[in-house]
């Protein structure tokens, strides 16, 4: 007797969502794709990391305009009134700059454009004070300018004036230091000007080379007795005393003498609370953490999520003039200047808050100053203020994120991705770009979608409670469908392009069939 043969019916293909957040967690450079932590990024390009979304960077605009030559350096000068003036400089003069418009023409002319600055207090005047080691050291008391030397007022004695460099101040005393030598000198406490006494650390640099700069550190920011003294040579050696008087040798007492890295040019350091950050080839490293040990890792540097491109910029463009950091503390952002070429310069940046990374490119830079809680930078003969409306001078700020992998719970199965969205909020219609990298591969975004937001309410005409009004941010939620959709891992990516529009990521959600495993 013959049995029918049961067969079953195949089994209904089942459909998936999953969810990420915006990669808050910023751009990583370090680890690689198959184990990047999930609120990662890959790639964060003009994207700022924030602890709840990611948004697009503010653009910048036209300041001031017809300075000679190229703005080498921005300098503040702050008044004993509490108010502040802007100058720019390039290799011929001194302009100022502290309204937006034409630049004017200072009486300070000038061989060279790179300068170190400090504002001092002498008891009598605030003066901005600049050095380069080509040119005589500028002073400035709010209405003159003095190329300081040994026959002027202030004077500067016992050293050749043009040879200084650096300058900064310790414990109500200046420092500065002598270019192409291991020496410092220094003035009598308080003084703005007068006899500079020699002090060389050439027995201390086993390394040889030369100083680049000296600075104050101190872990709590303030004036206690933790407050040292700091020296970084060419050689990448920190040298670090304590006390007030480098006269005095039961005063005056070296703390030690450490190994962090070359440092990249005279502006490798910058203020970070009550820190200081060494900016060296082979990272950036707070001295808090770096001189506790006596071999310094990449762990210690606070550029370790991006070192691979960290290292690569610092051995491609090392160099090049316009390596500089800066604290901006109105966006909580911690500013690195990269010189690509002498035209051309990016940023690496980081949230000072989340210690997440991003890359800006566009703002050209070649110096960076925080004026009036305001971020300001040199390009070419103008200087422009940042981090400022919607566009670049008018030009759309193009900006492009993606994801880390994701396995999506199983690596050894393959999926099928159906949908995928980038969840935004913006202020406006919009188009935009969105699309999936499949297992590891990096591919153009090419998926475009269209936003159009309603109409905008109106006061006195609108429905409360139901009209829209213009300056809300509105959700965007469009699925597209990924050209490339098969793969273990996806990573998804999105490219705005806009002169116009704010615009906020805030997560991402994917719709997907799995198949089988392999």
Known sequence: ????????????????????????????????????????????????PTASEVILRGGSESYATGVTGTVETLAVYNKMDGTSEMYAVSDTDVYGVSGAGAAGAQSATVTDGKFQTINFGDGTSNWLIMVNGVDDPLYYNGSTWTSVNAGTSPALTGVTSADLINVSEYKGRL???????????????????????????????????????????????????????????????????RGTDPSSAADWVLTGVYYVGKPIGRRSHVKYGGDLIAITQDGAFPLSTALQSAEVTDSFALTNKIENAFNEASAMYGETFGWEALLYPK????????????????????????????????????????????????????????????????????????????????????????????MLRVNGSFTYYSNLDMDFEDREIVGTTTFVAPSSALWDTAVWDTGLWSSALQVVRQWTSPSNNVGYAASGGIRVETDTNVVRWVSNDYVYERGGVL
């Open 1 to 48: 007797m013959r049995q029918a043969i049961r067969t079953k019916a195949p089994r209904a293909q089942v459909v998936e969502t999953f969810s990420t957040p915006a990669p808050v967690g910023g751009w990583n450079a370090r680890d690689s794709l198959a184990s990047m932590p999930q609120q990662d990024a890959y790639r964060l390009r003009n994207w700022f």
């Open 175 to 241: 420092i500065f230091v002598e270019k192409d030598s291991l020496s410092f000198w220094y003035l009598a406490s308080g003084a703005a000007g007068g006899a500079l006494t020699e002090f060389d650390l050439s027995s201390l640099c086993t390394r040889g080379g030369y100083l680049m700069w000296s600075a104050s550190w101190s872990f709590d920011g303030g004036d206690g007795p933790d407050d040292s003294c700091v020296f970084m040579t060419s050689e990448g050696e920190v040298i670090v005393y």
């Open 331 to 422: 966006e909580e952002a911690l500013i690195f200047n990269i010189p690509v070429t002498t035209i051309q310069s990016k940023q690496y940046v980081m949230n000072t808050n989340t210690k997440s990374w991003c890359e800006f490119d566009s703002w050209n830079a070649t110096c960076f100053v925080e004026y009036d809680k305001e971020l300001y930078f040199g390009e070419g003969t103008t200087v422009k203020k940042a981090w400022t409306n919607t566009s670049d001078v008018g030009a759309q700020i193009v900006a492009e994120g993606k994801t880390a992998f994701n396995y999506f719970g199983n690596m050894s199965q393959q999926k099928r991705f159906t949908f995928y969205r980038p």
